[in-house]
């Protein structure tokens, strides 16, 4: 697929698969968003058309209940699936500016997002996650690092922060109440370009391979690609 033959835009950034919905929801640069069901492709031009300044990027795509998280270059938007309709948006920065989020994970009834200001976190429910005063920025983490991916387990929280420097990324764990930087096998500070959870390892993607990584910390294997992505 593409322009030429259907899709509403260039520069695709991200794509996620609702298994729930049977909908591929694809994010562009330009922060349009088109969903393809049953082959028909359902354009929702609202990010992209919308009077925000700045980037809209759609960075990523959080898949959760009957809703996609997007990660912008603005903050947190929220797509109702089914309805095929944005539900709202949340500018969590200081007096709800704009804060540039790469990525997004719900752990322990908590929703936090990676971005280049910090670790944001606010409750899940029972609050107005519209109302920025409800977030708050994690403390542990250095503050010389863009946050770029996050990886939620049962009972931990993984996060990678890039470095300007080569090879000098930092994968923190919040577990427990406490943010901590763990003893991956092998691992040496390499550049991070995501981290998966899947079938109870931590998938660690680097620009020519990655690691696969046991969840108790017990042993990483290596995989060699020349490919960016998990």
Known sequence: LSKVNGLSDLGTKIIRFSEKYNTIIIGYETGNID????????NIPDIERSVIQGNKAINDITLFGEYAYLSTGFGIVVLDIQR???KETYTIGNN????????IAIFNDTIYAASKDGLYYAPFTNVNLSDFQVWEKKAGISSDLELISLAASDNE????GNSPAYNEDTIYRYKNGKVDIPIIPNY????VNRLVFKNDKLLISLTYGGYIV??????ASKVKNYGSGL
């Open 188 to 191: 040496k500070y390499y550049d």
């Open 35 to 42: 969903l393809i069901v049953n082959n028909l492709i359902i």
């Open 96 to 103: 709800g500016s704009y804060v540039y989020v790469s990525d």
């Open 214 to 219: 046991e969840q108790d910390l017990s042993s």
């Open 84 to 86: 095929k309709e944005i």
């Open 157 to 160: 929280l993984y996060i990678a």
